[in-house]
C-alpha cells in the first residue's frame, strides 16, 4: 500500500494504535506533542541516536525489522552502559516514496518486539517525507538511581578494565554481508549461504543490549566506576573513557575476547585479528572499569573478561601484544575512509 | 575546515565544549552515553523531531544558523503545547561531506542562541556521516506538573477554540522564498529583496515557540481544556484535537487571525487567503480550547484570538465563511502533492 493512502496521521494511527504501555514512569505514551513521564526521586536518563540508510544499515542485505530491532537495542545500550534501565522510546522517521505502508509496518516489528523484549514502552512517533531513503531518530529515556548511574570520566588509577561478551563479531559479519553483496551485484534476489557463520551475521543484523550483563552486576553488588558501550571499537571507546578520566591504560592483546567465527573469518578474509577486535565497531558490549580488589570477583562472573587496566595518565594507553611489544592504542576514527567503522555512534 | 580533520569526536567536542548547563534539572550533560535529568515529583516531558535537508530546508536560501534555530525552537513548542517548560535539548546530526566544520558551527550558532534564549541545556550531541545532504534530530525533554499538564484529546463540547497571533504568514514566507530562488536560478549569490516582507520571511525562517502565551496563560489563571501547536496547519490540528476528544467544531473565516502582509502577499500571488491561513503550516502558534466561562476574560488578552467552539461530534467539523455558507473543515494531508504543506511535523 502506498503511504500517501494513509497520510501521515493513518500513518501513524496505523503503526501505534495497538501499542500499549506498561512502565508506571509512562504516564502518557503515544498521541500527543510529547510523551509524559514521571520518576519520582529517581534520576532520567536521555539518549538519542541517528540511523541512515547507507550509513547505518544497507536494505540490500538486511531486512527492515532487523534495522527496527538494531535501531531500538543499540539505543537502550546507552542507557545500560550508565548503569540505567530504559523505559520508554520515541521515534522518528523520515521516509522516501520508495517505502510502501507494509515495509514500513515490518520496521515497527523489530522496534516492537525490541521494546517487548526489553520492558521499553513505545511512547512517540513521528513520520516525515524524506527525499533520499529511509532515515530513523530514536530517543530513548531510562531511569536510575542517581547515585548508582555510571559515568565515563570516573575511572581510577590501577582499576581493572572489563569487556562483556566477544569483540569483532559484528565487524566480520558486516565483512560477511559485503562480500555476499559483491559476489551476488545486480542479482535482485538471493539467498546467500552463511552457514557456520550466524553468529557473526546475528551480531550484525540483531545486535542485543547488555541487559543482563547490569543486571549480573548489579546482583554481584559490583559498582562499575566508568562505563560506556563499545559501538565505535573497543579502542576508541577506551581511549574515551582515558581521555574524560585523565588516566592512562594497558590492556594485552591475549585477553581480548574474540568468538571462534570471528578468528576463522579474519583468517579467511586475511585480517589482522587483533586489528577486527580493536577497531571493529558496532559490538554493543559494555566496556567498564572496576577497583583492584574486585580482581577474584570479576574473574568468577560468566561473560565478562578482565583485558587490562588503568594507569597513570603519563603512561598514556597501550596495546602488550603477545610477544610483549608495548604498542600504542590508536583509534580508527572518522579520518580513517573506512565508511562502516567510522560511522556508527 | 574538513569535518575529517577533527574526526567524531574531535567536531562533537569543538562543537560542545564551551557549552554550560543551568537547568536545576540537568545532572550530567554532554559527554555521556545518556544525559542524566532528575525531576522530583515533577512530570517530564518528551518530544523529539527529525529535520530533513530538502524537506524542511532549502539551503539555497536558508542559512544554517537559521535552521539550527528553527530546529530547536520547533522542538520548544512541543512542550509549550503540553503546557511545560522545556529543559534540556540532545541533538544528533547526519552530515554529508559537503558541509565544513565552519557551517556546522554556524548551525551550532542558531542551536545555542535558541537555547540561551529559552533557557534550555543542550545535553547531548551526536555526529554522524550521512550520503545526502544534513539530517537533524532534535529531542526536548521538559518538565510540567503533572495535573496541569495539556493534552489533544480533552476538549469539551461548547469549549471557545483560541489561537495565538496569526495565521498563513510562514507558508507566504516560503512561497516569497521560493519564487526568489526561481527568479535566480543558477546565480550562486543573490541578495534578494524582501523590504516590506520582513516579517513573513521571519516567520518562515526564525519561528518562535510561544513560551509567552503560556506564561500568559498562567498568569490569566487560565488552564487551556485542550491544546496543540500549529505545525501542519489549522485545519489538521483542529481536525485531530475533535478527533482524539470525540467532538466537532465550528470556526469562523472572518475571526482567522491574519497579518496584514500575508493577506498583501496572498493578493500578489493569487492564492486564497483563507486556505493560506487554515493549511499554511509552520505557524507554531498555540492552539486550544478553554471553557465557555472564560469568554470575557479570552477576548481581554492581546494576541490570543477567539475563532470558534466545539460542538457534539454528530456536527462534524466546519468553517462559516464570511457570506455565512457553512463549509465543512478538511486537511491538506500528505496525499495532496504539496512537499512543503504536507512534510512538516
Redesign the interface.
Known sequence: MD?????????ISHLTDHIQTSNPST??GL????????????????????L?????FDLTYVALKFVGYKAATTCF???Y??N?QPR?L?V???ISKRFSVETIDELFMGIEYACERYGVDL??V?T??????L?I?V????E?D?DT?V???TAKNTDLICVSGDLGSAYMGLQLLEREKAVHTGETDFTPDFAGKEYLIERQLRPEARKDIVELLAQNRIMPTSM??VS?GLA?ELL?ICK?SNVGCVIYEERLPIDFQTAMMAEQFNMNLTTVALNGGDDYELLFTVPLHLHKEMQAIDGIHLIGHIVEPEENAHLIARDGTKIPLVAQ???KQN?YK????
Chains 1, 2 share one sequence.
Open positions: 503511504i500517501s493512502e494513509l497520510g501521515k496521521f493513518g500513518l504516564i502518557k498521541g500527543d506533542d510529547a510523551a509524559v513521564l514521571e520518576y519520582k526521586g529517581k534520576a532520567v536518563l536521555l539518549a538519542n541516536n541517528l541512515l540508510e547507507g550509513i547505518h545500550s546507552d542507557i552502559a550508565m540505567g520508554q520515541s522518528s522517521m523520515g511512547v512517540g513521528n516525515y517525507s524524506s527525499l533520499t531513503g532515515c531518530g530517543t530513548v529515556a531510562g536510575a542517581r548511574i559515568y565515563r570520566n560506556m558501550d565505535d576508541s574515551h574524560q576514527g572518522w579520518t565508511k567510522t560511522e556508527n555512534e
